[in-house]
């Protein structure tokens, strides 16, 4: 078989063309949310990660099954919010901001992950940053206990 000049670079741009679209493919950021189909402010929160270039998927589930999914994956009760996302290895409990998520997955600290316990008004998908409440975004290490990732400031 005879390789052309042609062949070899046709066969060239399809690699160039190939390994640029594999690098996208590894660069996208992909999260895995548990939620509750009736609620807005993680529709809301869905929203602001995929502006922010994550791919998310979400599966529906409310009541006793999402809280039995927070705590058997780590997520201490007094740390629990409205919704879970689940991205390489992290648990992301609530309304996590995602310069945090992006922290966490650069840094990899030994955790189960971030949360935003409760529902604070201005955090993502919660209201306007603008006239948002001061609040913290907890480190949950393995063992269960906690400590300050990031804080954010009343505005």
Not at 80 to 104: F, K, N, Q, W
Not at 112 to 123: E, I, K, N, Q, R
Request: charged share 20%.
């Amino acid at each position: 078989m005879t390789l052309t000049r042609r062949a070899m670079m046709a066969s060239a741009a399809s690699f160039a063309a190939a390994t640029a679209t594999a690098g996208l493919a590894q660069d996208a950021l992909s999260i895995h949310v548990l939620k509750d189909p009736n609620c807005g402010c993680c529709t809301a929160w869905i929203k602001i990660l995929r502006e922010d270039g994550f791919t998310v998927t979400t599966e529906r589930s409310f009541g006793t099954l999402l809280i039995r999914h927070k705590l058997d994956n780590g997520i201490p009760q007094k740390m629990t919010s409205c919704h879970t996302g689940e991205i390489e290895g992290y648990m992301i409990e609530g309304h996590v901001p995602t310069a945090d998520i992006r922290r966490l997955l650069a840094e990899r600290p030994e955790a189960v992950g971030l949360a935003v316990p409760g529902m604070p008004y201005g955090s993502p998908g919660m209201g306007p940053v603008d006239a948002r409440e001061a609040y913290d975004v907890f480190l949950i290490r393995k063992d269960g206990s906690t400590e300050v990732f990031s804080s954010y400031e009343a505005a």
